[in-house]
């Protein structure tokens, strides 16, 4: 069973920046596409970015483009979000999500395994 676990959250001033960290055990990441989700208080989940198995193909969502970069080290077993010049609407929690098809994950936002997540505020 693939376990996911996220960190580097923590509470950052506006333009500050952070890098969160989804580490997995139980199972090779590379057999993964992988997303970073996150969830505000009162709002719905929203998909924040993706990337495919081996890292050829990522894609962000509008509100996070130029800001956010996602990348992978497989043999870390672990993907990673760095997040630039953040802004209050980004404080969420932000969770990393599994699955083994690309379309399932960054398309219909439905990994098959999911992380706790990890607290992401900024304010001043």
């Known amino acids: 069973q693939l376990q996911l676990v996220e960190s580097g959250g923590g509470l950052v001033q506006p333009g500050g920046s952070l890098r969160l960290s989804c580490a997995a055990s139980?199972?090779?990441?590379?057999?993964?596409?992988i997303g970073w989700f996150r969830q505000a208080p009162g709002k719905e989940r929203e998909g924040v970015s993706c990337?495919?198995?081996?890292?050829?193909?990522?894609n962000y969502a509008d509100s996070v483009k130029g800001r956010f970069t996602i990348s992978r080290d497989n043999a870390k077993n672990t993907v990673y979000l760095q997040m630039n010049s953040l802004k209050p609407e980004d404080t969420a929690v932000y969770y990393c999500?599994?699955?083994?098809?690309?379309?399932?994950?960054?398309?219909?936002?439905?990994?098959?395994?999911w992380g706790q997540g990890t607290q992401v505020t900024v304010s001043s």
């Open positions: 999500g599994a699955g083994s098809l690309v379309f399932s994950v960054c398309v219909e936002q439905r990994p098959a395994y």
């Open positions: 139980g199972g090779t990441l590379d057999n993964y596409a």
């Open positions: 990337i495919s198995r081996i890292g050829s193909n990522t």
